[in-house]
């Protein structure tokens, strides 16, 4: 399994950034498939950001709700996480996560701390 970020990049305060994750050898139509993000900034504990089960259903951390949108293309195994109203704490790296996980219901940011597939990870700069 591979996964391959894209999408970082630098923007102001209430910019918008599109983060896309190519899934290689995952089963992303699997029952128990389970993809998210996860950031990281300086200084701080990765954290989890959003989850999408295969058939949609999203998690988002408090901290992006209403902010964040998390959607697949599962016909291109393809993970994005749209960031509108960016603020500069959102900086960080971020990183695509996979999982296989039943019930999935335990799709969710805290159950995936432990995915088994990671990404490289893209940078996110916010400035205001």
């Known amino acids: 399994v591979q996964l391959v970020e894209s999408g970082g990049g630098s923007v102001h305060a209430g910019g918008s950034l599109r983060l896309s994750c190519a899934a290689a050898?995952?089963?992303?139509?699997?029952?128990?498939?389970?993809m998210g993000w996860f950031r990281h900034a300086p200084g701080k504990e990765r954290v989890g950001v959003a989850t999408?089960?295969?058939?949609?259903?999203?998690t988002d951390a408090d901290s992006v709700k209403g902010r964040f949108t998390t959607s697949q293309d599962n016909a291109k195994n393809t993970l994005f996480l749209q960031m509108d109203s960016l603020k500069p704490e959102d900086t960080a790296v971020y990183f695509c996560?996979?999982?296989?996980?039943?019930?999935?219901?335990?799709?969710?940011?805290?159950?995936?701390?432990?995915?088994?597939?990671w990404g490289q990870g893209t940078q996110v700069t916010v400035s205001s």
């Open positions: 050898g995952f089963a992303v139509n699997s029952a128990s498939a389970c």
């Open positions: 999408i089960t295969r058939t949609g259903i999203t």
């Open positions: 996560a996979a999982s296989y996980v039943l019930p999935s219901s335990w799709c969710r940011p805290a159950s995936m701390e432990n995915a088994k597939y």
